[in-house]
């Protein structure tokens, strides 16, 4: 009896790292929810962006909108600044510098478009306006500075498939203290990843992760793998950043400070 026990709580043992990740790339370390030993394990947080500006306002397949960038962004060690163009896509990625529509997702980093892309959900999706619930696009900020957090939260949006059950999903920046020099946190955060059952569920078909201007650096999540459930977060941190548990009261939630 002794001899099966301990065989289950391997088991168990097995099937919970499985569930865990942690990924490395691109001068970023990458930690999912679900890896409770880390000290970057994420909360899910999901931010109610509905007040922000909508990317869209009409039905759009393949389209890529524009608004400005609340703040300056370290990404990938490129600085971009504040006011720039800051691009949607509906494919589920966003971009400080693509307007491409490419839909047909790849691994990552590749040698293609999107170039300077944060890929949420990168797949083949649908901003609709004719079904219910209406698709959002959202650019909103939360907090007051040096503490904002920009988010950019795909709501409601459709598969190619069937159009009854759409999905939800934002990408959180996190604002850094002017002079830091790590890159700025970002964190996925998953609300609702079921497409009708489809094979557009829970990222099967879908790439998560994101890389540079130049394509030739990245960090990858998962590709094409059912692994990106509902209430999933994913936090993308500067490699060199040194941990500590201090943290804003008002993120509700942790953040590693520069001072």
């Not at 990317?55 to 393949?62: C, E, I, L, N, P």
């Not at 650096?217 to 590709?223: A, D």
Request: hydrophobic residues 35%; aromatic residues 16%; charged residues 15%.
């Amino acid at each position: 009896m002794r001899t099966v026990f301990s065989i289950f709580l391997l088991v168990v043992l097995v099937v919970s790292l499985a569930n865990a990740r942690i990924v490395t790339g691109g001068g970023y370390i990458g930690v999912d929810s679900t890896e409770t030993s880390d000290p970057w394990c994420p909360a899910y947080n999901w931010i109610d962006a509905s007040s922000g500006i909508d990317y869209f306002s009409a039905y759009a397949d393949d389209g890529n909108a524009t608004q400005p960038s609340p703040f300056a962004v370290k990404f990938f060690d490129v600085n971009y600044s504040t006011g720039i163009s800051f691009h949607a896509c509906t494919n589920g990625w966003v971009s400080f510098t693509s307007n491409s529509t490419i839909y047909n997702n790849t691994t990552l980093p590749n040698s293609g478009e999107p170039y300077t892309s944060i890929c949420l959900y990168w797949d083949d999706l649908v901003y609709r306006v004719s079904e219910t619930p209406h698709s959002h696009i959202y650019n909103y900020v939360d907090g007051s500075a040096p503490n904002r957090i920009w988010c950019i939260a795909f709501m409601d949006v459709y598969g190619m498939l069937l159009y009854t059950d759409p999905g939800s999903f934002q990408v959180q920046i996190f604002e850094e203290p002017s002079g830091s020099p790590y890159n700025n946190t970002i964190e996925f955060h998953y609300l609702d990843t079921n497409f009708e059952g489809t094979s557009q569920d829970s990222g099967i078909s879908a790439t998560v992760g994101m890389q540079s201007e130049s394509g030739t650096e990245g960090i990858l999540y998962s590709f094409t793998e059912g692994i990106v459930s509902n209430n999933l977060a994913i936090r993308f941190v500067d490699e060199d950043r040194p941990y500590t548990n201090i943290q804003p009261v008002s993120l509700g939630n942790l953040k590693a400070m520069y001072y």
